[in-house]
């Protein structure tokens, strides 16, 4: 029996995915389960907005997504052959792109990578993981960036 029938995964190849890649693909193959592979790229109309030479502006950002798209093709092709996948590329706010696809696909469970708190702007940010267990109607696995499954009790 299953538990969960469609999981969406969100891959920030920025984050080191490795990790939530792994958890992801064994859940669903355990599950049987359909998987949604969703990537959020940030809201470039803001940045055409803000500029003079909207031309140049929108050339690179056609480059910078077409790289962007072949690059999360080539992790998912690597990391999750031979499973039912849908790949979602949008561009927005990732709590509410998210909670779209989450809705869109009637997804079970929700597989995310903490974003990372090191560095000197880590902890200024806004964490998508944090954000979207308080706003999604179904369960959600975190998996840290710095996953480490070594343990000694302490007893």
């Not at 693909?25 to 592979?37: E, M, S």
């Not at 803001?46 to 502006?57: D, F, Q």
Request: glycine content about 6%.
């Amino acid at each position: 029996m299953s538990v969960f029938s469609n999981i969406v995964c969100c891959i920030s190849l920025s984050e080191n995915p490795d990790d939530v890649a792994q958890y992801t693909a064994d859940i669903t193959r355990q599950n049987g389960a359909n998987l949604i592979l969703v990537h959020v790229a940030a809201d470039n109309e803001a940045v055409l907005r803000r500029t003079g030479s909207k031309s140049m502006v929108e050339k690179l950002i056609e480059e910078s997504r077409k790289a962007n798209e072949e690059a999360f093709t080539k992790y998912v092709e690597k990391h999750f052959a031979g499973l039912d996948t849908t790949i979602v590329l949008t561009e927005g706010k990732v709590e509410d792109e998210l909670l779209r696809v989450i809705d869109k696909y009637c997804a079970d469970l929700i597989v995310i990578g903490s974003m990372s708190t090191k560095g000197l702007f880590g902890g200024l940010f806004n964490k998508p993981s944090e954000s979207i267990i308080g706003k999604t109607r179904i369960p959600v696995m975190v998996i840290p960036n710095d996953l480490s499954l070594e343990c000694v009790p302490d007893f």
